[in-house]
């Protein structure tokens, strides 16, 4: 069974990935047109130039410039531009080499086995060093002598047991327990053994390499004309940050911003003609997320009352005119291989059910609530404004409380401080990291789930190597979460992105990215 990348992916991730693709994710592009008319156009035909600058557009600050201590999804989707993995995903859901050239895996699943890719350079201009992937993976792992607690170790690696330099251009990762979705979790970023300043001057491996980080105002990057691969075209990229989309928007309408990736419906029939429309998928579980562990949400009977009023095509229809994929569980239904069908309309709209439900758990007309939601994220705000007046339907008074996303970081993900939130949340690309966060021991289970037969589950899904198995296995875990009530899940949501018509080779992805190598401005 010992194969090389291709082979072994084609075992491993092949039907996943392909399904994302054929799935209308961020991978699946389209300027489809949906009830409402929209500025599009088709630039996929035109001639690239090199060089020239742009402005793109984002609604959140970056968390961190070190990617290891990264956790919002927004950061990442700009560090992507900076960092590289051995394998970072493509635009079809591939896992493709990138710091790594290859890798085998042995027999029984337990040992990888990576060869380094010829000249790649740190932006410093230093070569990537069997050191410094094997100082990066030990560091994202938990596994160096020094631990800096604000790393974000990512459990699935903690099942390395020891990472070994064989040669100068061979890396082996000896694991504690066979694990056949490992490889999706190494996109982690390479960066230079023991530097010191990652937190303000990022250094990776990437087609861009880090200007400047001015905080709330901008991230800027240059091309980087030493790297390894395939050459960004433009020269510089800076991602501007505003306060939130309507700040963003007004920058957009007066010329200043050339990519701006969240426009709401309406914003995206307002747009000067100097600007095209690309539509794909944000590739998240948008939810209300409620807190398991602090009342109303401690008791099934309200979560499920939640879940039943809420009717989720309305939302679609009324915030983004149809676009948008319902979903059932925690993962989007891009994932088909993985996806529990079973589960749809578990949760059919059904009012009296939810007042029934209510009165029994003792609330009848008398229940009070509040939603937390950061306020940089309009699709978030407009969708509880949506759930607050459909749960009138059912006596439920609900208090809209907007946050900055610091504060939504502090309070309601890392410490717990909320009864209910609406978010997305992405997911990498192995079935894995779509449920783990709800183990009863993950450091990110915000919304306190605790279910010890999910948790036996889980285990036995992250352990076993047989291919049905596992599908059972993640199935069956997606069936505890709705049948629990763990969050009202709602939808994946359409992303619209305004892009200069001016430009072309906006690319979407399965994974939460803005890949700004593949932008360029079109030949006059």
């Excluded at 742009?54 to 950061?75: F, Y």
């Excluded at 699943?109 to 990537?128: E, I």
């Excluded at 061979?170 to 960066?191: G, K």
């Excluded at 909320?418 to 949340?425: A, K």
Aim: hydrophobic content about 40%; proline content about 3%.
């Amino acid at each position: 069974m010992k194969k090389k990348f291709f082979s072994k992916y084609l075992l491993m991730l092949t039907v996943l990935m392909f399904a994302i693709a054929l799935s209308g994710c961020k991978g699946d592009k389209s300027n489809k047109n949906t009830n409402k008319t929209l500025t599009t156009d088709d630039t996929s035909s035109k001639e690239p130039t090199y060089g020239g600058s742009v402005v793109v557009g984002i609604t959140q600050d970056l968390d961190s410039l070190d990617p290891h201590k990264a956790v919002a999804a927004g950061t990442k989707e700009v560090l992507f531009n900076v960092y590289e993995g051995l394998v970072k995903p493509d635009e079809n859901g591939d896992l493709v080499p990138a710091v790594a050239s290859e890798y085998h895996i042995s027999e029984d699943g337990k040992t990888y086995t990576f060869t380094l890719r010829d000249g790649v350079k740190f932006h410093n201009g230093n070569a990537v060093t069997a050191e410094d992937v094997k100082y990066s993976i030990e560091r994202c792992a938990g596994l160096l002598e020094e631990t800096d607690p604000s790393v974000k170790v990512e459990s699935a690696l903690s099942n390395i047991m020891e990472v070994k330099i064989l040669d100068d251009k061979t890396i082996q990762l000896v694991l504690n327990n066979a694990d056949t979705e490992l490889i999706a979790y190494l996109i982690c970023s390479i960066v230079p053994a023991n530097y010191a300043d990652l937190d303000t001057a990022p250094m990776g491996t990437g087609p861009f390499k880090f200007v400047s980080y001015t905080p709330l105002v901008s991230f800027v990057m240059d091309n980087n004309q030493e790297y390894w691969g395939d050459k960004a075209y433009l020269d510089q990229v800076t991602f501007k940050i505003s306060a939130n989309t309507d700040a963003a928007f007004m920058e957009l309408m007066a010329g200043s911003i050339d990519v701006f990736p969240y426009l709401t419906d309406d914003q995206a029939t307002q747009l000067p003609d100097t600007y095209h429309i690309e539509e794909g998928s944000m590739n998240l579980v948008q939810a209300l997320f409620l807190n398991n562990g602090k009342a109303p949400f401690d008791d099934i009977r309200v979560r499920q009352a939640i879940c039943y009023a809420i009717e989720r095509q309305n939302i679609i229809e009324m915030l983004s005119a149809g676009r948008g994929t319902i979903i059932d569980t925690n993962m989007f239904p891009a994932f088909t291989k993985y996806y529990n069908t079973d589960l749809a309309d578990t949760y059919a709209h059904n009012v009296e059910k939810a007042k029934d439900l209510l009165k029994e758990a003792g609330y009848d007309n008398t229940l009070k609530f509040t939603i937390t939601v950061p306020s940089n994220y309009q699709y978030h705000v407009d969708t509880a404004q949506v759930i607050a007046a459909q749960l009138k339907e059912i006596g439920v008074t609900v208090e809209i409380q907007l946050v900055e996303w610091n504060t939504w970081l502090e309070d309601v993900y890392t410490n717990r401080e909320f009864e209910s939130t609406i978010i997305g949340l992405t997911s990498n690309l192995a079935p894995r990291d779509s449920v783990e966060r709800f183990s009863s021991t993950a450091k990110n289970n915000f919304i306190n789930y605790n279910n010890a037969e999910f948790d036996a589950t889980f285990q036995k899904a992250i352990a076993s190597t047989v291919d049905e198995e596992k599908v059972a296995y993640y199935k069956q875990l997606q069936t505890y979460l709705t049948n629990d009530a763990a969050s009202a899940y709602i939808q994946d949501p359409a992303l619209l992105v305004a892009v200069n018509k001016k430009l072309a080779g906006y690319t979407f992805y399965p994974v939460y990215v803005q890949d700004m190598a593949k932008v360029y401005y079109i030949a006059e």
